[in-house]
């Protein structure tokens, strides 16, 4: 409690931007418009797909962490957090395995590069995001390892013309309470803007009452995170300027990752989040920006088992171990304008990387990767019709080097008619764990490893149809995904042990998506998508563990902007999923319904009381499944269970 009011006074200023009753931007926000800033709008003109969550709907769902805000709102994007907010997750996109999608925050890479499936979002609160841009389908080109199914990029809040802030305080009923808030100005040249949030919680119980041994005495899963950042820029003139982004976290987040002998288990985390960037635009048809990022993580972890022979006693498994990585870089990238709508874009990225475990016993190793990349893009030669083609070189210090491509374009055949695709090739770079683990009983890594690769199609047909006082918005998509070189485990008979090969045949994943969304006036929205996919090894009929075959989401709003109040309400449901152990185990198939309602107790709008229910009618589901055995030395399978029906009540201030 003392961390949590200490957080809340240092950062008196918290909280969204936005408080409309329904989703809206703040006139005062200034969005630079920068050649970095721009780059997902730009690919979405020339024929990629990019899916944006705002502020206000982040804030009018009530989300507390940015899995939470995502799980409801990008069409065919699969987020399952384990147990609740602050926490791993699983993640499927367009029928890819949580491997295959990159996550950046501002534009810096922010993946595990220890573990490529463990992704790093259980620390990042959902009040900081200005907005969340999803690009579909192969982005390697851009983007770089693993944006094989596409590319994430988290957008803290942007600066202000003028000063602004707020604070908000909330709470819940797993004994949860949420401090977060910002403030932000201008002063001649000099734009700037701190903020800073705490979030604490005991949780809830991870696995049912059946499920749990009687070793395990540790049974809920909770967290403490606070986070503190700051961005400060300046502009030198009409044609550079200089920013800077910084972002401290520290974190306790229990790991209650069985349901038997725990007596204790938790990650002690700090995460330290660095970059600086210069932007030049010296002509009108030249733009240039240079920036570096350094992305520190640092995590202690700890373990204590119940002794099952000596009741009472305690087994130290790992005592403050250490786990991280640091990773570090510069990318510059530049765009040229030859006049009648021909654009060429040039860049280079350069990463280092090391990291170490002392609990799975990944010894510490460097690495890096150069890579430079281009872009011509099209968008005049032809009346509406825009095309690209680009071309990157990935130079990794350790393993081969490879070489990917990418086309695009899009069609606006009339005014309310539009066709889009993509084409092209993608890679994932082997993570530190295939590479380098080193565990003598059981696991060895394979620093031969070549990276998987990719080819990659996306398509749709889409559109817009009034009907009287609403607007229809329609896509149809289609897309298609090969993976050869896949990275796989295979056993090694001579030492005994478990290793990594590029064995494994191709994965195949072919499927659509239906979008449609509709504006009833200024009051109500209302989207809806369907998607599904197939996603399986060359050969088989089996499809790959953790990817749900389908998936449906529907968010509805009302927003009066002459009322005093609004509601919003989602529903998402996922189809069947399954993992492999003996046998199959069968999970997924669940429907969660959660209710957001708001209401402002002030004309001017700057007082803001936010309800929310998530799991409105308690649905009873499964997250992830897992096997280990009971006490007495059973097999059997166990179940991550869903967040159960919970109440969260917030209020802000906004001055």
Same mark, same amino acid.
């Given at each position: ?59 009018? !769902? ?8 995502? /799980? ?31 996550? /950046? ?40 390892? /693993? ?69 395990? #005495? ?68 030249? $733009?240039?920006?240079?920036? !570096?990022?350094? &992305? ?60 170490? $475990? ?7 190793? #460097? ?103 609403? #607007? ?5 998509? !289609? ?58 090894? &060359? ?51 669940? #429907? ?46 166990? &179940? ?16």
């Amino acid at each position: 409690m003392k961390k949590l009011l200490l957080a809340t006074a240092a950062t008196a200023a918290l909280a969204s931007p936005v408080f409309a009753a329904g989703v809206g931007t703040d006139e005062n926000i200034v969005i630079t418009g920068r050649l970095e800033e721009t780059v997902p709008q730009d690919l979405a003109e020339v024929g990629n797909r990019v899916n944006v969550v705002t502020a206000a709907e982040i804030l009018n !769902g009530g989300y507390i962490d940015v899995t939470q805000a995502l /799980q409801s709102s990008i069409p065919g994007l699969y987020i399952s957090p384990l147990s609740g907010p602050f926490d791993y997750h699983d993640a499927s996109f367009q029928g890819g395995r949580t491997s295959d999608l990159l996550w /950046q925050i501002d534009g810096v890479r922010i993946n595990n590069r220890l573990y490529s499936t463990t992704p790093p979002l259980d620390t990042i609160p959902a009040y900081m995001i200005e907005r969340v841009e999803v690009v579909e389908g192969g982005q390697a080109l851009f983007f770089g390892t /693993q944006a094989v199914a596409g590319a994430v990029n988290i957008v803290t809040k942007e600066f202000s013309a003028t000063p602004d802030g707020a604070i908000s305080v909330g709470g819940g009923s797993n004994q949860e309470i949420h401090t977060n808030g910002y403030f932000r100005d201008t002063i001649g040249p000099h734009q700037f803007f701190v903020y800073g949030s705490a979030d604490h919680a005991k949780g809830f119980q991870p696995f049912s009452d059946d499920e749990y041994q009687p070793s395990a #005495t540790d049974r809920r899963r909770g967290y403490d995170v606070i986070t503190v950042g700051g961005k400060y820029g300046i502009n030198f003139g009409g044609d550079a300027r200089f920013s800077a982004n910084y972002q401290h976290t520290a974190a306790t987040l229990d790991f209650l990752n069985r349901p038997k002998f725990t007596a204790k288990a938790f990650n002690e985390r700090k995460e330290d989040l660095l970059s600086a960037k210069f932007d030049w635009s010296p002509t009108d048809n030249f $733009d240039l920006y240079l920036k !570096g990022y350094y &992305h520190w993580w640092d995590t202690e972890y700890t373990e204590y088992r119940n002794d099952i022979a000596n009741p009472g006693n305690l087994i130290v498994i790992d005592d403050a171990d250490f786990w991280g990585f640091e990773d570090y870089g510069i990318n510059a990238v530049g765009k040229y304008s030859f006049g009648n709508g021909i654009d060429l874009y040039g860049g280079y990225d350069y990463q280092n990387y090391w990291g170490e $475990d002392q609990v799975f016993l990944i010894k510490k190793k #460097t690495e890096s990767v150069h890579a430079p990349f281009a872009q011509l893009r099209m968008t005049n030669l032809v009346p509406n019709l825009t095309l690209a083609a680009g071309v990157r070189y990935n130079a990794p210090s350790d393993g081969p080097s490879s070489t990917i491509w990418n086309v695009s374009g899009q069609w606006d055949i009339l005014p309310t008619l539009f066709v889009k695709g993509s084409v092209g090739t993608a890679f994932r770079l082997p993570d530190a764990y295939e590479l380098y683990v080193v565990d003598p009983c059981c696991e060895q890594g394979n620093p031969n490893l070549k990276p998987e690769e990719s080819t990659n199609f996306n398509g749709s047909i889409g559109g817009t149809v009034p009907l009287g006082m609403a #607007t229809l918005r329609w896509e149809a998509v !289609g897309f298609y995904r090969d993976v050869r070189k896949l990275i796989v485990i295979v056993f090694d008979p001579v030492r005994g042990i478990d290793t990594f090969d590029n064995s494994g045949p191709k994965v195949e994943v072919r499927g659509g998506e239906l979008i449609l969304g509709a504006d009833i006036g200024n009051s109500f929205s209302a989207d809806f998508s369907y998607s599904f996919n197939s996603s399986e090894q &060359h050969g088989t009929d089996d499809q790959l563990g953790d990817i749900p075959e389908s998936l449906a989401k529907a968010v509805f709003d009302f927003h009066p902007t002459d009322m005093p109040f609004g509601a919003s309400v989602t529903i998402n449901h996922v189809g069947d999923v399954h993992r492999t152990f003996d046998t199959v185990e069968e999970f997924g198939d669940y #429907t969660v319904v959660d209710l957001g309602v708001r209401a402002f107790v002030d004309e001017g709008r700057k007082h803001r009381i936010g309800l929310n229910v998530t799991n409105l009618f308690d649905e009873d589901y499964a997250t992830r499944v897992r096997s280990t055995t009971t006490d007495t030395g059973t097999p059997f399978i166990y &179940h991550y269970r869903g967040m159960p029906q919970s109440f969260q009540v917030n209020y802000t201030y906004a001055f």
